[in-house]
């Protein structure tokens, strides 16, 4: 692993560009991507680098963005088309749901469709209702898509390069809370393959199942609970949509207790599916019922205070480990 | 500016070989060979064999849930659609489309699209690889008036005509939004009006008039092709059919004299009445394509009835590149 540290944003970056200059079929779509380089900086410098004719600023029209990136797919381009807030998803949402992710399908095959959604997802930023979401539930529930969400800077240049390679409509999607976190990131382009999860802290007590910037809060849960003599093993699925359910589940059958953790809000979410695949496929090897962290069935706060009760952190996490492994919190009296 | 002979005889076998396998499918739906739905495009052939005569093979069209003459007018093979009608593995879409999905990529029809604007959008990305490319090519998206109602549609021409792409976008206007009269769901007299919001140039045209259909696409596809942005066509037409199925008349949203109004001016009719009267074709060669192209309708059918259904084993092939097992 490369020792030189950058952002995840750069990372991003670094990859978009290394991936256009090696595939001149790539372009870039979407609200103020091109000359402004996009409202969190995602394409900085990409505009004087390629030029207007491959870092193409639309207008504000989510439908005809994620179209454009259809037709121009479907006759041979690589497309990387841009919605600004994950929550404009529901914006574009027949074009994604109703021609993208099923055109290969009905049309018996005979599309092919590269074409990678990127957008930003999550809470944390004071953002509101309509600026925070993690909808990623919504996305894994349409057959034909990829959903891709990174917690590290190095997951996200491998994972780009993946999706925009991908002959299959991917959706990768930054966590507006991390752009500025950083790590190590190798120069060159590699790519991580597609529906590969990450063990990254391996343990035998209880099993942690996360991704996005939650995978980052159940490592620091993990540190807590080895303070408290409990080796947790936690998983970065990087992909959701497909999950990497052979890895979960050979955790499971190791650990025998699991802690599904995200932002989503629990219900509907992907722990709801993890669980159910989990007891269908694992059931004899469980010791207690597969937890669920996530956050209530609310709309995301707007007020600092409220959205940072609403968001699962690493104390919410650590509670619900000890509480499958039926432990008291330190200090408790039990 | 006249058509030559033999686009004038283009434009008729075309709109006969739509006619007849709409027809058809029109029957077989009726006997329940066929399942699911039917949205028959008779009456509508002048539209999309006045467009796709006066498109070149490598120019890209997206069409709709009535999206059977499109197909038909872009060169489709008859044994295919027909397959694909009947849900075959023989089809185009092996069965897995059906008639709202009908495509042939090779011939660069990009689909028939069961959401009413769906495929508008995606006729402006194709433009835009056109000119991404640098070359010649263009798209045309085909669709109703019903679609010029809904947002995608409008976030579509905004799209082509703010970057300036080679779209041509053609409205098929049969006056009705599946049962709802068009008065009733807009406000203009005209759908073309629409067109000068977004700065595109757009016209009225006959749409029972192939020759008028064909003219007006080649003076279009002229600025068009140059680079010069995207343009409008809107083509007053009628269906024959209801909006779903095989019923013409005893309708609650239209007058039976209406429709029969509509058939006195058949597009059919009408270009082989000028085929005859300018010597195009005597009655006899007239005659002559209809059995012909009757005669491949048949062995549509005949080739259809004897394919294979899908084997429930390719059930899960072609949701993504790799097949779910």
Known sequence: MSDRQITYLQAFNEGLRQIM???PDVFVAGEDVGRTGGVFHSFDGLFDHFGGRRMVDTPISEQAIIGLGIGAAVVGLRPVVDLMFMDFVLVAMDQIANQAAKLKYMFGGNAKLPMTITTNGGAGLSAGAQHSQSLEAMLCHVPGLKVVMPSTPYDMKGLLTACVRDDNPTVIVKHKKMLGSKGPVPEELYEIPLGSAAITRAGIDVTLVSYSRMAVECLAAAETLAAEGVECEVIDLRTVAPIDLDTVLTSARKTNRIVVVHEAVRTGGLGAELAAQIQEQAFDHLDAPVARVGAPFSPVPFSPTLESSYVPDAARIADEIRATLHRPAPGSIS | MSPSPETVKDLHERMVRIRFFEEAAGRLFEANRIPGFIHLYVGQEAIASGVCVALRDDDQITSTHRGHGHLVAKGGDLNKMMAELMGKATGYCQGKGGSMHICDLDLNMLGANGIVGGGVPIAVGAGFANKYRGNDTVSVAFFGDGTTNIGAFHE?????A????????????????????RETTMAIKD?????????????????????AVHEA?????QTVRAGEGPSFLECKTYRYYNHHGIQTLGMKYRSDDEVEEWKGRDAIVALERVMADDDIATRFEIDAIRA????EVDAAIEFAEA???????????????????
């Open chain 2, 162 to 181: 703010s970057l300036q792409l080679p779209v041509l976008f053609v409205c098929e206007n049969n006056e009705y939004a599946e049962y709802t009269p």
């Open chain 2, 156 to 160: 579509a021409a905004n799209m082509a």
């Open chain 2, 307 to 325: 394919s294979p259904m899908p084997e429930p084993a390719a059930l899960l092939d072609n949701v993504t590149t790799e097949t779910l097992r």
């Open chain 2, 191 to 211: 759908v073309v009006e629409r067109a000068a919001a977004y700065g595109m140039p757009g016209v009225v045209v006959d749409g029972m008039d192939a020759i």
């Open chain 2, 292 to 295: 012909s192209v009757q005669a």
């Open chain 1, 21 to 23: 200059a090696a595939d």
């Open chain 2, 217 to 221: 696409t080649t003076q279009a596809l």
